[in-house]
T-cell receptor, first 115, second 115 residues
Framework: KAGVTQTPRYLIKTRGQQVTLSCSPI?????VSWYQQTPGQGLQFLFE???????NKGNFPGRFSGRQFSNSRSEMNVSTLELGDSALYLC??????????????FGQGTRLTVV | AQTVTQSQPEMSVQEAETVTLSCTYD???????LFWYKQPPSRQMILVIR??????QNATENRFSVNFQKAAKSFSLKISDSQLGDAAMYFC????????????FGAGTILRVKS
C-alpha cells in the first residue's frame, strides 16, 4: 500500500512569487491536513480538507489556501511569498469520517526555501 | 483552545536503558486522542503510539508504552531497551474526537541515544 506522497520534495522560490504544493493521500483516505514546521514556531496546523471541503482552518493569513480534488489529492498554495514562509510543509492523510480509528499518516514533506 | 507542552527540549539515554519523555496538555473536552510521533533526521513523521481518552488502560506498542493520567492531563512516553534507531525528535500531539483530524503538537523533545 503506497504511503502519502508529497511533491516536490524541495523548492526554492523568490519573495513575491507563488507556489503550489501537492499531496496524494493513502488510497481510501478522504481527509488531508497540512502543517507548517519551522524551528521557531514548531508544527502548526494550516487546514484540513475532507471530501473536497475545508473542515478546519488554522491561524494563517489568506495567502495560504488549499483545495482537494474528487480523488482526495490536495494542493496547497501560498501567494506573495515572504522569507518567513520558508519551512517544511507536511501533509497528513487520514481515513476521516466517523471512524474512531483515524490516525494521521504523514508524507515526507516539501522543504520550501524563499530567497 | 487546546495546548500541548513538552518541557524537555532534549533528553539522552544509554543504549539498552529506559527513558521517559514528558507531555502535558490542556483541554476542556472529555473525548480526545493523544499521540506520540517520532521524526528522525529524514523528517518523516512516524506514529509511535496512540491513546484514546476514554480508555483507562495505558497503550503499549512493543518497547513503547505510555503513562496516561487523565485527571492530571499528563501523557508520558516510556521507551524501554533503547536502541540507536530511537534517536529522533519526539512530538506529543492532541486531537479532538469531535472536530476533524486537526493535530495540536507540542514543541518536541530531541532524544539522543548513546552507544
Amino acid at each position: 500500500k503506497a504511503g502519502v506522497t508529497q511533491t516536490p520534495r524541495y523548492l526554492i522560490k523568490t519573495r513575491g512569487q507563488q507556489v503550489t504544493l501537492s499531496c496524494s493521500p493513502i488510497s481510501g483516505h478522504r481527509s488531508v491536513s497540512w502543517y507548517q514546521q519551522t524551528p521557531g514556531q514548531g508544527l502548526q496546523f494550516l487546514f484540513e480538507y475532507f471530501s473536497e471541503t475545508q473542515r478546519n482552518k488554522g491561524n494563517f493569513p489568506g495567502r495560504f489556501s488549499g483545495r482537494q480534488f474528487s480523488n482526495s489529492r490536495s494542493e496547497m498554495n501560498v501567494s506573495t511569498l515572504e522569507l518567513g514562509d520558508s519551512a517544511l510543509y507536511l501533509c497528513a492523510s487520514s481515513l476521516g469520517g466517523a471512524s474512531r480509528h483515524t490516525e494521521a499518516f504523514f508524507g515526507q514533506g516539501t522543504r520550501l526555501t524563499v530567497v | 483552545a487546546q495546548t500541548v507542552t513538552q518541557s524537555q527540549p532534549e533528553m539522552s539515554v544509554q543504549e539498552a536503558e529506559t527513558v521517559t519523555l514528558s507531555c502535558t496538555y490542556d483541554t476542556s473536552e472529555s473525548d480526545y486522542y493523544l499521540f506520540w510521533y517520532k521524526q528522525p533526521p529524514s523528517r518523516q513523521m512516524i506514529l509511535v503510539i496512540r491513546q484514546e481518552a476514554y480508555k483507562q488502560q495505558n497503550a503499549t506498542e512493543n518497547r513503547f508504552s505510555v503513562n496516561f493520567q487523565k485527571a492530571a492531563k499528563s501523557f508520558s512516553l516510556k521507551i524501554s531497551d533503547s536502541q540507536l534507531g530511537d534517536a529522533a525528535m519526539y512530538f506529543c500531539a492532541y486531537r479532538s474526537a469531535e472536530y476533524g483530524n486537526k493535530l495540536v503538537f507540542g514543541a518536541g523533545t530531541i532524544l539522543r541515544v548513546k552507544s
